[in-house]
């Protein structure tokens, strides 16, 4: 009996905890505001509410209710994290297109609830296309990088999206501004905002359109980083052949310090070339610069780089990357030098592949200046058809280095083999000897000298005079005296002589190239001690 009577009091208890927590405290009395919807599209809006509660008053819970149901009898609870009393907003998704909801705050203390004021809003059939937050990710001097999300596509597909963009006016930008497109084939979509000024305030959002407009998202303020040395553009190509492409970039600020050079830089092998790879230098002052890269190999991929220096270090700009097609023009080997003198040398190469065309011209091309000389320096053409063809270049200047190309054509163009150098040996020739001087002239002895004005580039085998006093052009089948003087001097004791008489002598050299004669000088020995009065006469 106690048994049972102590289980009917257990139940009694709990009828009445129950009961309790449907009935509301009376300290339970927050003040509740249903706000106003705002960004309704197909399948979300935003619902907006608050709360005050008043002293003493415990909140375990609040936000919005909202309901297909005008009573309220069935909703869905959307909490938000209030703290102590303030407004808020809530974002739904995932609503039905073209249907009307019914919302109010509210705010629970873990036993009851309390609602604000019941409103309505209606979800449209079809709208243009609506985002979440854009976000922006890296950022440099010249570029940021923007993404953003598509909640609802608007209820058609869509025919364009990206980011729009421009500089900070106090105004949102449209695609009537700065555009940059984006694939269709993800809700999260991403692009790069580049070439943009160092240090400036530049606004940008979401866009997208379909069937019922354009769509945009909420805009983003971002400032690009300042920078010292120079900035530069990316590259636009405007122009290219199987072996070339023409580019161009701008300087979009020059830095601190003034400018020194700009240009562009590339390698076939580097994905990130610098000026240390192969760069051609661009002069002129304009901030907007092009250059032709030529003489590309075919089926290759090229990086390029546009640069630009200043006292305080090299900007570079984006890696562009072009790819030349399979080639169409002749190939051919290395040019290979031979039989160098100082005024003649051998070219020889060959043609690799045709590629398909006959060959129509073919030859070498030859410069002083140009590393990779083409047609348009010196260019001899070699006649014949063999694939392999060779010329003897003349007429070079000694102590020259050249620059040499092979070259063949066909009806697609010229192709080139590649680039090699030669230098030009000294010039030989037989010496050159100066004029004969006379001295310490006596009775029967005198003293002659003379300088090798030049050796001839070879070693002086022999040298000395030649002297008659009967042949007035002496030969060396006249009286001759060798000279022992070191260097290019000549000099000699002549002995033996007849007193008073004339003498006819000039100096020679001799080298292995051959032997070369001085002209003539006259002297006179002595009579009796006194000399006459031409014993001395000029050279003839």
């Given at each position: 009996m106690k048994k049972l009577q102590y289980l009917l009091l257990c139940t009694l208890l709990l009828l009445m905890t129950a009961c309790e927590k449907d009935t509301e405290p009376s300290n339970f009395a927050p003040g509740l505001s249903t706000g106003a919807v705002s960004d309704i599209y197909r399948v979300g809006a935003t619902l907006s509410g608050g709360v005050q509660k008043s002293e003493?008053?415990?909140?375990?819970?609040?936000?919005?209710?909202?309901?297909?149901?005008?009573?309220?009898?069935?909703?869905?609870?959307?909490?938000?994290?209030?703290?102590?009393?303030?407004?808020?907003?809530?974002?739904?998704q995932g609503l039905s297109p073209g249907k009307t909801y019914y919302y109010c705050a509210y705010a629970s203390s873990g036993y009851s609830i309390a609602k604000g004021e019941v409103k309505s809003f209606a979800t449209t059939e079809s709208n243009a296309p609506v985002f979440g937050?854009?976000?922006?990710?890296?950022?440099?001097?010249?570029?940021?990088?923007?993404?953003?999300?598509?909640?609802?596509?608007?209820?058609?597909?869509?025919?364009?999206?990206?980011?729009?963009?421009?500089?900070?006016?106090?105004?949102s930008p449209t695609v009537e501004d700065n555009v940059s497109n984006v694939a269709l084939d993800a809700a999260a979509f991403t692009s790069?905002?580049?070439?943009?000024?160092?240090?400036?305030?530049?606004?940008?959002?979401?866009?997208?359109?379909?069937?019922?407009?354009?769509?945009?998202?909420?805009?983003?303020?971002?400032?690009?980083?300042?920078?010292?040395?120079?900035?530069?553009?990316?590259?636009?190509?405007?122009?290219?052949?199987?072996?070339?492409?023409?580019?161009?970039?701008?300087?979009?600020?020059?830095?601190?310090?003034?400018?020194?050079?700009?240009?562009?830089?590339?390698?076939?092998?580097?994905?990130?070339?610098?000026?240390?790879?192969?760069?051609?230098?661009v002069e002129g002052e304009s901030d907007t610069?092009?250059?032709?890269?030529?003489?590309?190999?075919?089926?290759?991929?090229?990086?390029?780089?546009?640069?630009?220096?200043?006292?305080?270090?090299?900007?570079?700009?984006?890696?562009?990357?072009?790819?030349?097609?399979?080639?169409?023009?002749?190939?051919?080997?290395?040019?290979?030098?031979t039989e160098v003198t100082a005024t003649t040398a051998?070219?020889?190469?060959?043609?690799?592949?045709?590629?398909?065309?006959?060959?129509?011209?073919?030859?070498?091309c030859l410069s002083k200046e140009k590393?990779?000389?083409?047609?348009?320096?010196?260019?001899?053409?070699?006649?014949?058809?063999?694939?392999?063809?060779?010329?003897?270049?003349?007429?070079?200047?000694?102590?020259?280095?050249?620059?040499?190309?092979?070259?063949?054509?066909?009806?697609?163009?010229i192709g080139y083999g590649e680039a090699n150098l030669f230098t030009t040996l000294k010039e030989i020739n037989a010496p050159t000897v100066g004029v004969t001087t006379v001295s310490s002239i006596g009775e029967t002895s005198a003293s002659a000298s003379a300088e090798i004005t030049s050796t001839g580039n070879l070693a002086i085998t022999e040298k000395g005079f030649y002297y008659s006093s009967?042949?007035?052009?002496?030969?060396?089948?006249?009286?001759?005296?060798?000279?022992?003087?070191?260097?290019?001097?000549?000099?000699?004791?002549?002995?033996?002589?007849?007193?008073n008489t004339k003498y006819y002598i000039r100096?020679?050299?001799i080298n292995s190239k051959g032997e070369t004669l001085g002209s003539v000088a006259t002297f006179a020995t002595k009579s009796d001690g006194i000399p006459k009065k031409d014993d001395i006469e000029s050279p003839e």
């Amino acid at each position: 009996m106690k048994k049972l009577q102590y289980l009917l009091l257990c139940t009694l208890l709990l009828l009445m905890t129950a009961c309790e927590k449907d009935t509301e405290p009376s300290n339970f009395a927050p003040g509740l505001s249903t706000g106003a919807v705002s960004d309704i599209y197909r399948v979300g809006a935003t619902l907006s509410g608050g709360v005050q509660k008043s002293e003493g008053t415990l909140i375990k819970d609040c936000g919005i209710l909202y309901s297909e149901l005008q009573s309220m009898a069935e909703y869905t609870e959307v909490k938000v994290d209030i703290g102590e009393a303030s407004s808020f907003s809530v974002p739904l998704q995932g609503l039905s297109p073209g249907k009307t909801y019914y919302y109010c705050a509210y705010a629970s203390s873990g036993y009851s609830i309390a609602k604000g004021e019941v409103k309505s809003f209606a979800t449209t059939e079809s709208n243009a296309p609506v985002f979440g937050d854009l976000q922006v990710g890296a950022k440099n001097e010249k570029s940021f990088t923007v993404s953003a999300t598509i909640i609802d596509e608007g209820g058609s597909d869509l025919i364009l999206r990206g980011f729009c963009w421009k500089p900070a006016d106090g105004n949102s930008p449209t695609v009537e501004d700065n555009v940059s497109n984006v694939a269709l084939d993800a809700a999260a979509f991403t692009s790069k905002i580049n070439d943009l000024t160092p240090g400036k305030e530049y606004v940008v959002c979401a866009y997208a359109i379909n069937a019922k407009g354009v769509g945009y998202g909420k805009s983003v303020t971002v400032t690009t980083n300042t920078s010292t040395v120079p900035v530069v553009s990316s590259i636009i190509p405007t122009d290219s052949t199987d072996t070339s492409v023409q580019v161009e970039a701008r300087i979009l600020s020059r830095g601190e310090t003034a400018l020194t050079e700009k240009g562009f830089c590339w390698s076939s092998e580097s994905e990130v070339p610098t000026t240390a790879n192969l760069k051609k230098v661009v002069e002129g002052e304009s901030d907007t610069y092009n250059a032709n890269i030529d003489e590309l190999k075919p089926a290759t991929a090229y990086y390029i780089r546009a640069y630009a220096v200043n006292g305080q270090g090299t900007g570079y700009g984006d890696v562009f990357v072009f790819r030349t097609p399979a080639s169409v023009i002749p190939e051919l080997t290395g040019t290979v030098m031979t039989e160098v003198t100082a005024t003649t040398a051998k070219a020889a190469s060959s043609v690799i592949v045709n590629n398909g065309y006959e060959v129509t011209e073919r030859g070498f091309c030859l410069s002083k200046e140009k590393m990779q000389p083409d047609v348009n320096d010196i260019k001899i053409k070699v006649n014949g058809v063999e694939n392999a063809f060779a010329i003897v270049f003349t007429q070079l200047e000694p102590e020259t280095t050249y620059y040499v190309r092979s070259y063949a054509a066909n009806i697609k163009g010229i192709g080139y083999g590649e680039a090699n150098l030669f230098t030009t040996l000294k010039e030989i020739n037989a010496p050159t000897v100066g004029v004969t001087t006379v001295s310490s002239i006596g009775e029967t002895s005198a003293s002659a000298s003379a300088e090798i004005t030049s050796t001839g580039n070879l070693a002086i085998t022999e040298k000395g005079f030649y002297y008659s006093s009967t042949n007035a052009v002496p030969t060396s089948d006249d009286t001759k005296v060798v000279s022992v003087a070191s260097g290019t001097t000549i000099t000699s004791s002549l002995s033996g002589l007849t007193a008073n008489t004339k003498y006819y002598i000039r100096a020679y050299a001799i080298n292995s190239k051959g032997e070369t004669l001085g002209s003539v000088a006259t002297f006179a020995t002595k009579s009796d001690g006194i000399p006459k009065k031409d014993d001395i006469e000029s050279p003839e």
